[in-house]
Nanobody
Framework: QVQLVQSGGGSVQAGGSLRLSCAAS????????MGWFRQAPGKEREVVAI???????????YYADSVKGRFTISQGNAKYTVYLQMNSLKPEDTAMYYC??????????????????WGQGTQVTVSS
């Protein structure tokens, strides 16, 4: 059974930075894409950033338009460890952030239904 263990997050003022980490408990061929979704109170869960862990010719990353240029997703030394560096945080970034992983043999990177494994969630709060 694959478990995703998250760490990081917390509270920061607008303009500040935070980093999230996510590590899979086992190596499995069923994890080809890993990344982050978030859900703010009263809103639907949305994709933040995804990385293709099986890339052999350089990393492939995807970002929501709302975080491009501010957030960076990266892969750790362990293949199934990913980080989300969040800079220039805004109050609208406040949400519960969830790590996600899955094979995505079809469909789109931003479709949460394509991810089989989820972390426990970590709160990010940005104050103005």
């Amino acid at each position: 059974q694959v478990q995703l263990v998250q760490s990081g997050g917390g509270s920061v003022q607008a303009g500040g930075s935070l980093r999230l980490s996510c590590a899979a408990s086992v190596n499995t061929y069923r994890i080809r894409y890993m990344g982050w979704f978030r859900q703010a109170p009263g809103k639907e869960r949305e994709v933040v950033a995804i990385i293709y862990t099986d890339a052999t010719d350089g990393l492939t990353t995807y970002y929501a338009d709302s975080v491009k240029g501010r957030f960076t997703i990266s892969q750790g030394n362990a293949k199934y460890t990913v980080y989300l560096q969040m800079n220039s945080l805004k109050p609208e970034d406040t949400a519960m952030y969830y790590c996600a992983a899955g094979p995505l043999y079809s469909g789109y990177w931003y479709d949460e239904s394509k991810y089989d494994y989820w972390g426990q969630g970590t709160q990010v709060t940005v104050s103005s």
